[in-house]
């Protein structure tokens, strides 16, 4: 069985044999909720690729002391695949991003579509972030992922236009697209650029102004089937279509 992972803010300079000391919630949650003992191994990670194999010293309500036998250094996986979440209704966003994180997803932008229901403006906007990057950390420790997904505030179409002009390649899920999303050439060496970009609609679907433009910026219109999925599962299915055509599953 894979040993628990918990989090901390930095893992540069550590040794085998150093004491890395986890402090506040991360500690509370190791030590009251999952009631982790001295003696019992565990992993930790700075979400940037070490990770640390490692032996519990001493624990404390807040703190937890671990002592260091193995450090290993993973390198990002590559292709990175960002996705554009168009801002869902209720829990629904929580949800993409939590399965988006435990596929491998590296880069989660929401996104305010022109039929978005979900409305991020001033508080509201600061709590709905803080909740994705709540949630997209606690899936990276529960799938063990060295490497963290970053959730950017939120994007408006113009910045996800130049997103898509920067990437190596781009779809747009659209259910009226001709092409298939099997169709898709893969770059032919991923991971040396801006990796790979999926734009997911909201529930009302993208308007014709938003399908040309990100058309136009390199975003090909694609279908994943002749079933039409909720905007919090469509991402999941086509990150996992593409990337299982890739060394990182595989392919």
Same mark, same amino acid.
Do not use: C, F, N
């Given at each position: 069985? *894979? ?7 930095d ?7 150093? $004491? =890395? ?5 991360e /500690?509370?949650?190791?030590v009251?909720? #999952? #009631? ?6 565990l992993?930790?990670?700075?979400g940037?690729? #070490?990770?640390?194999l490692?032996? %519990?010293a001493?624990?404390? @309500?807040? $703190?937890?002391?671990? +002592?260091?036998?193995?450090v ?8 990175? %695949? +960002? ?6 209704? !209720? ?6 991003v ?8 590296a ?5 305010a579509?022109?039929r978005s229901?979900? =409305?991020?403006k001033?508080? #509201? &906007? /600061?709590k ?6 709540? $949630?997209?950390?606690e899936?990276? @420790? ?14 408006? *179409? ?5 997103l898509?002009e920067?990437a ?8 009226? &697209?001709?092409?298939?999303?099997s169709? %898709?050439?893969l770059?032919?060496?991923?991971? *040396? ?11 009302? !679907?993208?308007?014709? *102004? ?14 994943? !089937? +002749? ?6 599962t469509?991402g ?16």
């Amino acid at each position: 069985m *894979t040993l628990p992972q918990h989090l901390v803010p930095d893992l540069a300079g550590v040794a085998p044999g150093a $004491t =890395v000391t986890v402090e506040g919630d991360e /500690a509370h949650h190791a030590v009251v909720v #999952r #009631r982790l003992r001295q003696g019992e191994r565990l992993q930790l990670s700075d979400g940037r690729g #070490r990770v640390v194999l490692g032996t %519990i010293a001493a624990t404390a @309500k807040r $703190t937890l002391d671990v +002592t260091v036998e193995e450090v290993v250094d993973h390198p990002e996986p590559v292709p990175r %695949i +960002t996705v554009v979440q168009a801002l869902p209704k !209720g829990d629904r966003g929580e949800l993409a991003v939590e399965v988006l994180t435990e596929i491998g997803v590296a880069r989660i932008v929401p996104w305010a579509a022109e039929r978005s229901v979900a =409305v991020w403006k001033g508080e #509201r &906007a /600061a709590k709905s972030l803080a909740r994705w990057r709540s $949630t997209a950390r606690e899936a990276a @420790k529960q799938s063990r992922r060295a490497w963290h997904p970053e959730v950017t505030p939120m994007a408006g *179409t113009d910045e996800v236009v130049a997103l898509l002009e920067a990437a190596e390649a781009g779809v747009v899920l659209h259910e009226d &697209a001709a092409t298939p999303l099997s169709e %898709i050439a893969l770059p032919p060496t991923p991971g *040396t650029g801006a990796g790979i970009a999926i734009v997911v609609g909201p529930e009302g !679907g993208l308007s014709d *102004t938003e399908v040309a433009r990100l058309a136009q910026a390199g975003g090909v219109p694609v279908r994943l !089937g +002749t079933e039409v999925l909720r905007t919090s599962t469509a991402g999941l299915a086509a990150a996992s279509a593409l990337l299982a055509r890739t060394p990182r599953w595989g392919g």
